[in-house]
């Protein structure tokens, strides 16, 4: 595989960690955007060039227009236009119901897992220019997007309206070889699941609710956006694709 310049977003933790490591296993070069963990972000970047790859990292605000211009410049100024990207910067539902929730809270988090996937896929497609040539993004979602809880009204509402999002884009920019999918992973051992992830006994009360019954390793949800960003999946976009052991299955059990 020829070397590609990646962009991750959230790169410091998590998902989006995962995504640097799989990616710099490749060799290539991964701009890594953080927004509080310097030191994941460099950890990061110290795996990638271990690896053989190259790495930078890049503090960003994907809520900020003028954050997410600058990091692509400096991409772009460094390795050329990003040819893939990896949009996995967001927040976690608030448990509010909506009633109770305040309009600020429902900006902050639709700011980061909406509108931080627009701007971030418009730059980097403004970046690419017009040409017809190969390139992806992957939006990492939620099978909250399609599956609601109670308490997640903002959460959700942000992941359904990225499925929109994912669609439109695949099919505005087929015509130029740019392909958009969805990864819409369930329980997955990371940050946002800490409990779950320090709790063994918390954890299997929810694992029980999984068919194939255990929670997920962000490693697994990164080898599915590294086979999504991969020639092998070079006639998928448009694509909501859900990595949860079976547990969206399970909603409607019990009625």
């Known amino acids: ?16 960690a995962a995504c640097v490591a799989a990616f710099g296993a490749l060799g290539d070069r991964v701009a890594i955007g953080y927004h509080s963990d310097d ?16 790495a930078m990292t890049l503090h960003v605000d994907v809520a900020d227009e003028g954050s997410v211009d600058a990091a692509f410049a400096a991409i ?16 976690n539902m608030s448990g509010v119901s909506v009633r109770d ?16 996937a627009f701007l971030t896929s418009r730059r ?26 109670a308490g997640g009204a903002d959460y959700c509402a942000a992941k359904g309206g990225l499925s929109n999002l994912v669609e439109t884009l695949a099919i505005e920019e087929a015509p130029r070889r740019i392909r958009v999918n969805a990864i819409e992973p369930g329980m997955i051992l990371t940050p946002m699941n800490a409990k779950a992830s320090a709790d063994a006994a918390y954890r299997a009360t929810l694992e029980r609710n999984i068919p194939l019954g255990r929670a997920g390793e962000a ?7 590294v086979f999504l960003a991969s020639d092998k999946a070079r006639y998928i976009t448009g694509a909501r694709i859900v990595i949860d052991g079976g ?6 059990l019990g009625a």
Request: aromatic content about 4%; cysteine-free.
């Open 219 to 225: 490693s697994e949800v990164a080898d599915l956006a």
């Open 247 to 252: 547990l969206s299955l399970m909603q409607a």
């Open 124 to 149: 980097f497609l403004s970046g690419r220019g017009t040409e017809p040539a190969d390139a992806t993004i992957l939006q990492i979602s939620s099978i909250h997007a399609f599956a609601v809880r």
């Open 39 to 54: 030191k994941g972000a460099k950890s990061g970047a110290d795996a990638v060039r271990q690896a053989g790859g190259e």
């Open 101 to 116: 929730m305040s309009l600020d809270q429902w900006r902050r988090l639709i700011d980061t897992d909406l509108t931080g």
């Open 76 to 91: 772009e100024q460094a390795w050329g236009p990003a040819s893939v990207l990896v949009n996995s910067a967001g927040m």
């Open 1 to 16: 595989m020829d070397r590609r310049t990646i962009f991750v977003t959230g790169g410091d933790s998590g998902i989006g």
